[in-house]
C-alpha cells in the first residue's frame, strides 16, 4: 500500500515537473522568436540608432546566444544523454563556446550601454557570471566530476535563459505597474538573473541535506 502511494507520488511530481519544463520551453522559444529573431538582420532600419554603431558586437552577441539558448534544454534530457553520448558532448562543446564568446560580447555591449552605470553593471555581471559558469562546467567534466557539471550546468542555464526572465518580467512590469522604463531596466539587469540564481543553488544545495 505504501509502496503504491509513494510510486504514485513520483509519478506526480514527475508529470507536475514536465509540464513546467514545457511550458518554460514554450515561453522562450516564443521571446526566441519574437525579441531575437528579428535582430538577426543588422540593418539602420531593424538596429535603430542605439544598436547600429555596435552591430559588429550585437549581432554575434545575439546569433551565440540563440544557439545557446536552444541548445540547453536538449542536453538535460537524460534519454538523449544517454542514446547519443557522442552529440551531447559535442552540443556541450558548441553551448560552452558561444556562451563564453557571447558573454565577452554582452560585457562590452554593457559597457557601452547608454542607461545608467547600475544597469551597465547588472548586465556586465552578467556577462562574467554567464561566461564563468559555463567554464566551471566545462572544468568539472575534464576532471570527470559529473555531479559537478551537471550542478554547474544548471547554473549556467539559468543565466543563459536570463534573457527570457529579463523580458518576461519587463513586459509585466510595463502593463501593471506605472514605473519608468530606466526603472524597470536597470532593476531587471540586476534581479534577471541573481534572483532565479539563488532558486537554482536552494535546489542544488538543499537536495544535499
Ligand atoms: C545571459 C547573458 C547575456 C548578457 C550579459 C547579455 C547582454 C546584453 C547587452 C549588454 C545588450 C545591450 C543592451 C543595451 O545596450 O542597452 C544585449 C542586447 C541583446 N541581447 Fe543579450 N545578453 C545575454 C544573453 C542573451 C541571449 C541568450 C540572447 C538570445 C537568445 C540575447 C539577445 C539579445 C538581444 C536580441 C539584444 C538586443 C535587443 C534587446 O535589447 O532586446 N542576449 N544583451
Redesign the pocket.
Known sequence: MRNTEIKRSNKLSKSIISTLAILTILLMLYY?VM??FP?LQPTEEVYGS??FPRAAW?FP??LL??V??LIGPVQFIKKFRTKYLKLHRNLGKIYIISVVI??VL??Y??AT???NITYAAG?FF??VT?AGTAIMAFISIKKKKIELHKEWMIRSYV??F??VTFRVIEDVLKVTTEYSNVDVLTLMAWTSWAIPLFIADLFIQGKKL
Open positions: 526566441v525579441r531575437a535582430m542605439y544598436f550585437l552577441h545575439i546566444g540563440i545557446a539558448i557571447s558573454g554582452g560585457m555591449l554593457a550601454s547608454n542607461v548586465l552578467l556577462g554567464w543565466i543563459t536570463a534573457f
